[in-house]
């Protein structure tokens, strides 16, 4: 019987860690599931461009954490209250200030955090002062 996380020699390339969380999947576990512990507001299911924002292929050092919360590793990383999986040790890589603010925005519906939310986009006004609109990924068709 094979584990439903068990990854093949072969596929080891297609690998990729979240940037919130540091768990380690493939990139087609992302986009059919998303992030285990992340997904409530990264919103990575068949969401292609926000799996490549959001997780990196470059990341050092493996974690297999079976029980987190009574792991002194998963205290010592900060994993402790996620997922049983693989973690990374280090992922280089950051989400960007936009997507940033996009998820510090997400809340309730209309106003969240002084962010207008219309029709499933957000303007946000960025530390420069310039303007950027993010279109939600299910309002923008994908």
């Avoid at 990196?56 to 994993?79: C, F, H, K, N």
Wanted: hydrophobic residues 40%; contains cysteine.
């Amino acid at each position: 019987m094979t584990s439903p996380n068990y990854v093949a020699p072969g596929q080891f390339r297609n690998l990729r860690a979240c940037m919130v969380c540091s768990i380690v999947q493939l990139q087609t576990k992302f986009l059919r599931d998303g992030c285990p512990n992340c997904e409530t507001f990264l919103e990575l299911a068949n969401h292609p461009d926000a799996v490549q924002e959001c997780t990196s292929q470059v990341y050092e050092g493996l974690i297999t954490l079976a029980d987190p919360s009574a792991s002194w590793v998963a205290r010592w990383q900060r994993l402790d209250g996620y997922v049983p999986g693989v973690y990374a040790v280090k992922v280089v890589g950051m989400v960007s200030f936009v997507d940033f603010l996009w998820f510090a925005g997400k809340g309730g519906e209309g106003e969240a955090d002084g962010l207008e939310g219309m029709d499933g986009e957000r303007e946000l006004t960025t530390a420069f002062g310039a303007a950027v609109t993010r279109r939600h990924p299910a309002a923008a068709g994908g």
